[in-house]
């Protein structure tokens, strides 16, 4: 028992070090990253500059911006789709993010409600908390993942704290942000081949959407939210 013990209290600290880590990075470099990022021709050769290990440092950085959500993660799809093509892009994008998403939600389930309130803007745990007491906080969670403009990376913290099954929390988070990251990798292709009409069709379609999305927070939760409660 009292290893049993020992070993929660090293796991905590471990994570705890690790979120540390990772919020010092983000605050000391984000300026530099989300530069690096903001160009995907310039982003293309930085990656590719690690030959064989580019594609492990591209998804590295979708892990980044997953953990830390200041990251812009729409630029380094889009990027993704610049250096890989629509489908490898995509492909690789999601590997990422999962693998973000993994992470978040398992340093949120361990630290719980009281250590998630210093990492998450209160406006927006508040929000959302009502998809952890939501009987159907399946749908809400696929819905608040699917629609654009929403804060995907923070929401996967406040997921953390509910009782969701792991599994099916991965599982509906990857079906719902697939065709944003599609449609990200699909505008970067398409910018390297230099179809900008076809790039810019789509980005001013998903920039519409974004915007959309970010008007109309309030309502879009409010209406999940009623939603979910009528289906209890």
């Known amino acids: 028992m009292k290893s049993k013990n020992i070993k929660i209290v090293l796991n905590i600290i471990a994570i705890l070090l690790f979120v540390i880590v990772i919020?010092?990075?983000?605050a000391k470099y984000s300026k530099q990253i989300i530069a690096l990022t903001s160009s995907p021709a310039k982003f293309r050769n930085w990656v590719l500059s690690f030959g064989n290990l580019g594609v492990f440092v591209f998804i590295l950085f979708q892990i980044l911006q997953v953990v830390v959500s200041v990251i812009p993660g729409e630029a380094i799809q889009i990027s993704g789709g610049y250096i890989y093509g629509t489908v490898m892009g995509t492909f690789y994008s999601l590997i990422g993010i999962m693998l973000g998403t993994v992470i978040v939600f398992y340093i949120s389930r361990l630290l719980g409600y009281t250590l998630i309130k210093k990492l998450v803007p209160e406006e927006s745990l508040n929000k959302f908390y009502f998809v952890i007491n939501s009987a159907k906080s399946e749908v809400a969670i696929f819905l608040l993942f699917l629609i654009p403009g929403l804060p995907k990376d923070i929401l996967t913290y406040i997921v953390g704290l509910s009782p969701i099954k792991p599994l099916r929390f991965f599982i509906i988070t990857a079906i719902a942000r697939f065709p944003g990251i599609f449609f990200s990798s699909y505008i970067g292709s398409n910018l390297e081949k230099k179809n900008y009409t076809v790039a810019l069709i789509i980005a001013t379609i998903a920039t519409l959407l974004f915007i959309l999305g970010v008007l109309?927070?309030?309502?879009?939760t409010n209406y999940i939210s009623n939603l979910t409660d009528?289906?209890?």
């Not at 109309?216 to 879009?220: D, G, H, N, S, W």
């Open 216 to 220: 109309f927070k309030e309502k879009i």
């Open 23 to 26: 919020v010092l990075v983000g």
């Open 230 to 232: 009528k289906k209890r």
